[in-house]
Structure formats: C-alpha cells, structure tokens
C-alpha cells in the first residue's frame, strides 16, 4: 500500500526559504521507474506541478519556479525534500507530493499526499 | 491562465451524462497524453483517467476519457450525485517544458 505524507512549517514570512518533507512508504525511490512530485494549489485555484525527482536522481523543475526550487531525495529514508526560496504571499496555497511512474508519461500522479497548507505572511 | 482551457462549470441530473472538454495545442494536448483528476473540495485530487483514456484500478467504468487533434474530453455517464467535484487535465507541454494543468471544471450535480 503506498502512502505519502507531506511535513514543513504552516507558516512563513515574505523572503524565507521553505522546506517541505515528503515521507513516503509502499515503494523505494531506488525502484527503476519510480518518481515522486510535488504539486500546489492555491486557495480556490487550480493544480501546479512544481518538481520532479525519478529514481536515478534526474530532476526536472516547472520553468517559471526553477530557480527557486530544489528537490531532493534520501532514498534510505524514504523522504523527498523540497525547497523554495524568497517566498511571497503568492506562494501561499497546499502543497502536494505525489508518487508518479516514468513509464506512465508525464501528467501521471497515481497517489497523493493529504497536502500540508502553507501561508506566506508578508 | 493556463494553456490547457476548461470550462469553469457543467451540470447535469442524475443519470445523465456530462462531458467536460480540454482544449489545447499542438505542443500539448496533440503530441502528449492527457490525464484526467477529480478532486473533492479539502482533499487531494485523484487519478482518474490516464493515457488518454485509461482507467486506474478502482475507477468506475462511467467514466472515460477521449482525444481529438488538440483537445481531450472527460466523459460521466450515468451521472451520481457523488460525481460533483472539481475536474482537471493535466498533460506535458513541449514548447514549455512544463506539466500543466487546466484551470479546472466544477462539475454540480442539480
């Protein structure tokens, strides 16, 4: 059964850097194939997909965010980390980490965190 | 604003079906698969159809999902009460390099 479950801080200030943890079970991001992503949404808006990290540690970043991303894994721990920097109030919204399958194409996010709300204060 | 073009709403009466459409491009939608969520308001989105038209284990067959050159269709027969909820596209973009997603449809069951 795989699960996964978002962790990091509900709120931070104008400029900060956000880091948000990824805690997942049910399948090994050492597995050929296996990726995880990380997905927002803010209030009454629709999906962004942010990141992407696959199994052999390639990374690919949504074009308008990617200079202040970085995604990261620690396979042992079964743990994806996100980082965004210089955080605004546009920023605010949930953030969803999703498992997602290579070989499925792009756009394939067959299970989903609960999401975990950030506010941005300015 | 997104690339990918959803209508904001559909309605339809139990039993009836709905379709709700995604429009978009060459870059997108007519080279890529497109790939169907529902999502009910506090709770993440679910993986409804992908690779066109495939459903996921679990997923009933009233649901199916369909392609033509640029624009895709989400497809709901016999419509349920149960089925109101938020639906989006989703599909990789070329010329962005970008997943993207729709903008979303609010399907309202009258």
């Known amino acids: 059964q795989i699960t996964l479950k978002e962790s990091g801080p509900t709120l931070v200030k104008s400029t900060q850097t956000l880091t948000l943890t990824c805690s997942f079970s049910?399948?090994?991001?050492?597995?050929?194939?296996?990726?995880v992503a990380w997905i927002r949404q803010p209030p009454g808006k629709a999906l962004e997909w942010l990141a992407l990290?696959?199994?052999?540690?390639?990374?690919r970043y949504s074009p308008s965010l990617n200079t202040r991303l970085t995604i990261t894994k620690e396979t042992s721990k079964s743990q994806v980390v996100l980082t965004m920097t210089n955080m605004g109030p546009a920023d605010t919204g949930t953030y969803y980490c999703?498992?997602?399958?290579?070989?499925?194409?792009?756009?394939?996010?067959?299970?989903w965190g609960q999401g975990t709300l950030v506010t941005v204060s300015s | 604003q997104s690339v990918l073009t959803q209508p904001p709403s559909a309605s339809g009466t139990p039993g009836q079906r709905v379709t709700i459409s995604c429009s978009g491009n060459?870059?997108?939608?007519?080279?890529?698969?497109i790939y169907w969520y529902q999502q009910f308001p506090g709770t993440a989105p679910k993986l409804l159809i992908y690779?066109?038209?495939e459903r996921p284990s679990g997923v009933p067959d009233r649901f199916s999902g369909s392609k033509s050159g640029t624009s895709a269709s989400l497809a709901i027969s016999g419509l349920r009460s149960e089925d109101e909820a938020d639906y989006y596209c989703?599909?990789?973009?070329?010329?962005?390099?970008?997943?993207?997603f729709g903008g979303g449809t609010k399907l309202t069951v009258l």
């Open positions: 999703a498992h997602s399958l290579y070989r499925s194409g792009s756009g394939y996010f067959d299970y």
């Open positions: 049910g399948f090994s991001l050492s597995t050929n194939g296996v990726a």
């Open positions: 990290i696959y199994w052999d540690d390639d990374k």
């Open positions: 060459n870059f997108n939608i007519g080279n890529n698969y």
């Open positions: 690779k066109n038209n």
């Open positions: 989703a599909v990789w973009d070329e010329s962005l390099s970008d997943i993207v």
